[in-house]
Protein backbone atom coordinates (compact mmCIF):
# COMPACT_ATOMS: atom_id res chain seq x y z
CA UNK A 1 0.00 0.00 0.00
CA UNK A 2 1.91 3.16 -1.16
CA UNK A 3 0.79 6.31 1.12
CA UNK A 4 0.96 9.85 -0.63
CA UNK A 5 2.71 12.77 1.09
CA UNK A 6 -0.75 13.63 2.81
CA UNK A 7 -1.24 10.60 4.24
CA UNK A 8 2.19 9.82 5.21
CA UNK A 9 2.21 12.97 7.32
CA UNK A 10 -1.36 11.76 8.65
CA UNK A 11 -0.29 8.69 9.76
CA UNK A 12 2.54 10.38 11.66
CA UNK A 13 -0.57 11.62 13.81
CA UNK A 14 -1.40 7.73 15.16
CA UNK A 15 1.59 8.08 17.26
CA UNK A 16 0.19 10.58 19.37
CA UNK A 17 -2.33 9.72 21.94
CA UNK A 18 -5.35 11.47 20.95
CA UNK A 19 -5.14 9.32 17.17
CA UNK A 20 -4.98 6.03 18.34
CA UNK A 21 -6.68 4.58 14.87
CA UNK A 22 -5.13 1.98 12.80
CA UNK A 23 -4.35 4.57 9.84
CA UNK A 24 -3.66 1.07 7.09
CA UNK A 25 -7.25 -0.66 8.79
CA UNK A 26 -9.04 2.90 7.15
CA UNK A 27 -7.50 3.32 4.11
CA UNK A 28 -8.24 -0.42 3.22
CA UNK A 29 -11.83 -0.45 4.47
CA UNK A 30 -12.49 2.82 2.71
CA UNK A 31 -10.70 1.80 -0.79
CA UNK A 32 -12.73 -1.41 -0.52
CA UNK A 33 -16.18 0.33 0.06
CA UNK A 34 -15.73 3.03 -2.63
CA UNK A 35 -14.33 0.68 -4.90
CA UNK A 36 -17.41 -1.17 -4.79
CA UNK A 37 -19.19 2.07 -5.14
CA UNK A 38 -20.01 1.57 -8.96
CA UNK A 39 -21.00 -1.50 -8.42
CA UNK A 40 -23.78 -0.68 -6.51
CA UNK A 41 -26.19 -0.48 -9.10
CA UNK A 42 -26.88 3.30 -8.18
CA UNK A 43 -25.73 6.63 -9.30
CA UNK A 44 -24.52 4.93 -12.89
CA UNK A 45 -24.61 8.61 -14.74
CA UNK A 46 -23.08 10.19 -11.95
CA UNK A 47 -19.36 11.83 -11.58
CA UNK A 48 -17.04 8.62 -10.50
CA UNK A 49 -16.70 9.24 -6.57
CA UNK A 50 -14.91 5.69 -6.35
CA UNK A 51 -11.53 6.16 -4.34
CA UNK A 52 -10.18 7.13 -7.81
CA UNK A 53 -11.91 10.20 -6.68
CA UNK A 54 -9.72 9.93 -3.13
CA UNK A 55 -6.53 9.68 -4.58
CA UNK A 56 -7.16 12.58 -7.21
CA UNK A 57 -8.01 14.73 -4.10
CA UNK A 58 -4.77 13.44 -2.37
CA UNK A 59 -2.89 14.76 -5.25
CA UNK A 60 -4.36 18.08 -5.79
CA UNK A 61 -3.69 19.11 -1.75
CA UNK A 62 -0.02 18.99 -2.49
CA UNK A 63 -0.26 21.74 -4.88
CA UNK A 64 -3.32 23.25 -3.41
CA UNK A 65 -1.89 24.09 -0.72
CA UNK A 66 1.43 26.60 -0.33
CA UNK A 67 4.38 25.08 0.51
CA UNK A 68 4.52 27.81 3.27
CA UNK A 69 1.37 26.61 4.88
CA UNK A 70 2.17 23.04 4.37
CA UNK A 71 5.40 23.51 6.55
CA UNK A 72 3.57 25.01 9.38
CA UNK A 73 0.48 21.93 9.36
CA UNK A 74 0.84 19.74 12.02
CA UNK A 75 0.43 15.41 11.48
CA UNK A 76 -3.14 16.39 13.13
CA UNK A 77 -3.86 18.55 10.97
CA UNK A 78 -3.17 16.44 7.66
CA UNK A 79 -4.90 13.57 9.76
CA UNK A 80 -7.97 15.16 9.87
CA UNK A 81 -7.69 16.79 6.29
CA UNK A 82 -7.41 12.93 4.93
CA UNK A 83 -9.61 11.26 6.78
CA UNK A 84 -12.07 14.06 5.18
CA UNK A 85 -10.89 13.45 1.95
CA UNK A 86 -11.79 9.40 2.88
CA UNK A 87 -14.94 9.93 4.21
CA UNK A 88 -16.34 13.06 2.53
CA UNK A 89 -18.15 11.28 0.31
CA UNK A 90 -19.20 7.87 1.88
CA UNK A 91 -22.81 9.05 2.43
CA UNK A 92 -23.46 8.83 -1.39
CA UNK A 93 -23.53 5.53 -0.67
CA UNK A 94 -27.00 3.00 -0.98
CA UNK A 95 -27.43 -0.39 -0.56
CA UNK A 96 -30.62 -2.15 -2.20
CA UNK A 97 -31.96 -2.68 1.65
CA UNK A 98 -32.19 0.59 1.94
CA UNK A 99 -33.35 1.61 -1.03
CA UNK A 100 -36.15 -0.58 -0.42
CA UNK A 101 -37.01 0.50 2.89
CA UNK A 102 -36.77 4.00 1.37
CA UNK A 103 -40.34 5.06 2.94
CA UNK A 104 -39.47 4.46 6.21
CA UNK A 105 -36.82 7.33 5.99
CA UNK A 106 -39.37 10.53 7.29
CA UNK A 107 -36.35 12.55 5.86
CA UNK A 108 -36.79 11.02 2.66
CA UNK A 109 -40.58 12.12 3.18
CA UNK A 110 -39.78 15.23 3.63
CA UNK A 111 -37.59 15.80 0.79
CA UNK A 112 -40.61 14.34 -1.48
CA UNK A 113 -42.94 17.25 -0.23
CA UNK A 114 -40.45 19.83 0.37
CA UNK A 115 -38.96 20.32 -3.05
CA UNK A 116 -35.26 21.63 -3.09
CA UNK A 117 -35.08 23.07 -6.60
CA UNK A 118 -36.65 26.17 -7.57
CA UNK A 119 -40.23 25.72 -9.35
CA UNK A 120 -39.22 25.51 -12.83
CA UNK A 121 -36.15 23.04 -12.54
CA UNK A 122 -38.37 20.66 -10.28
CA UNK A 123 -41.38 20.52 -12.91
CA UNK A 124 -38.55 20.18 -15.50
CA UNK A 125 -37.17 17.12 -12.98
CA UNK A 126 -40.55 15.62 -12.31
CA UNK A 127 -41.05 15.57 -16.40
CA UNK A 128 -38.02 13.71 -17.14
CA UNK A 129 -39.34 10.75 -14.36
CA UNK A 130 -42.62 10.83 -16.36
CA UNK A 131 -41.07 10.15 -18.91
CA UNK A 132 -38.85 6.92 -17.68
CA UNK A 133 -39.66 3.56 -16.69
CA UNK A 134 -41.31 3.69 -13.20
CA UNK A 135 -38.37 1.99 -11.43
CA UNK A 136 -35.51 3.78 -12.96
CA UNK A 137 -37.62 7.28 -11.85
CA UNK A 138 -38.24 5.84 -8.30
CA UNK A 139 -34.29 5.10 -8.29
CA UNK A 140 -33.40 8.63 -9.76
CA UNK A 141 -35.76 10.39 -7.22
CA UNK A 142 -33.88 8.53 -4.12
CA UNK A 143 -30.55 9.08 -5.78
CA UNK A 144 -31.68 12.87 -5.69
CA UNK A 145 -32.51 12.65 -2.00
CA UNK A 146 -28.94 11.05 -1.07
CA UNK A 147 -27.02 13.54 -3.58
CA UNK A 148 -29.16 16.35 -1.82
CA UNK A 149 -28.27 14.81 1.92
CA UNK A 150 -25.41 12.91 1.99
CA UNK A 151 -23.28 15.46 3.60
CA UNK A 152 -25.57 15.56 6.44
CA UNK A 153 -25.74 11.45 6.17
CA UNK A 154 -21.99 11.26 6.38
CA UNK A 155 -21.89 13.82 9.31
CA UNK A 156 -24.41 11.61 11.46
CA UNK A 157 -22.31 8.56 11.19
CA UNK A 158 -19.43 10.21 12.23
CA UNK A 159 -20.84 11.85 15.17
CA UNK A 160 -23.10 8.76 16.18
CA UNK A 161 -26.17 11.24 16.80
CA UNK A 162 -29.75 10.29 15.91
CA UNK A 163 -30.41 11.99 12.78
CA UNK A 164 -30.39 9.03 10.22
CA UNK A 165 -30.48 6.40 12.69
CA UNK A 166 -32.23 3.59 10.59
CA UNK A 167 -30.33 0.46 10.82
CA UNK A 168 -30.80 0.37 7.04
CA UNK A 169 -27.31 0.99 5.84
CA UNK A 170 -24.52 -0.30 6.96
CA UNK A 171 -22.03 2.52 6.19
CA UNK A 172 -23.06 3.95 9.70
CA UNK A 173 -21.89 1.09 11.80
CA UNK A 174 -18.27 0.57 9.17
CA UNK A 175 -17.66 4.32 9.92
CA UNK A 176 -18.73 3.54 13.77
CA UNK A 177 -15.98 1.08 13.32
CA UNK A 178 -13.47 2.86 11.64
CA UNK A 179 -13.58 6.19 14.29
CA UNK A 180 -14.55 4.49 17.58
CA UNK A 181 -11.35 5.08 18.94
CA UNK A 182 -11.80 8.75 18.56
CA UNK A 183 -12.08 11.47 21.04
CA UNK A 184 -16.03 12.57 20.66
CA UNK A 185 -14.50 16.15 19.73
CA UNK A 186 -12.59 14.87 17.20
CA UNK A 187 -15.03 12.61 15.76
CA UNK A 188 -17.36 15.62 15.85
CA UNK A 189 -14.81 18.16 13.87
CA UNK A 190 -14.27 15.44 11.47
CA UNK A 191 -17.41 15.37 10.98
CA UNK A 192 -18.30 18.53 10.21
CA UNK A 193 -15.10 18.89 7.79
CA UNK A 194 -17.18 16.24 5.80
CA UNK A 195 -20.48 17.96 5.89
CA UNK A 196 -18.75 21.10 4.84
CA UNK A 197 -18.29 20.36 1.33
CA UNK A 198 -22.46 20.62 0.38
CA UNK A 199 -22.73 23.38 2.55
CA UNK A 200 -22.87 27.45 1.05
CA UNK A 201 -21.12 29.99 2.52
CA UNK A 202 -18.49 28.02 4.12
CA UNK A 203 -15.87 30.73 3.91
CA UNK A 204 -18.14 32.73 6.70
CA UNK A 205 -16.65 32.00 9.90
CA UNK A 206 -18.88 33.99 11.69
CA UNK A 207 -21.22 30.93 10.95
CA UNK A 208 -18.62 28.17 10.98
CA UNK A 209 -16.32 28.72 13.36
CA UNK A 210 -12.55 28.24 12.77
CA UNK A 211 -12.12 27.30 16.38
CA UNK A 212 -13.42 24.32 18.27
CA UNK A 213 -12.63 24.26 21.33
Given at each position: MQLSFAEKKAEE????????????????????VLTEWKTSGFFQEYTDHSFIHVRDMLQTVEWLIPPETQSEMTSADW????????FHDMGLIITRAEFEGRYKDPDFKTFLDNPILAAEKHAQFLAKLASLPADVAERLRYEEYV?????????????GGSAFEDTLSPM????EELVRPLDPTIRRDLALLCESHTLNGIENTTIYKTSQP
Open positions: ATKLPAFPVNFHKVRSHVETFMLVLAIYRFSHGKRVRAWLERDIL
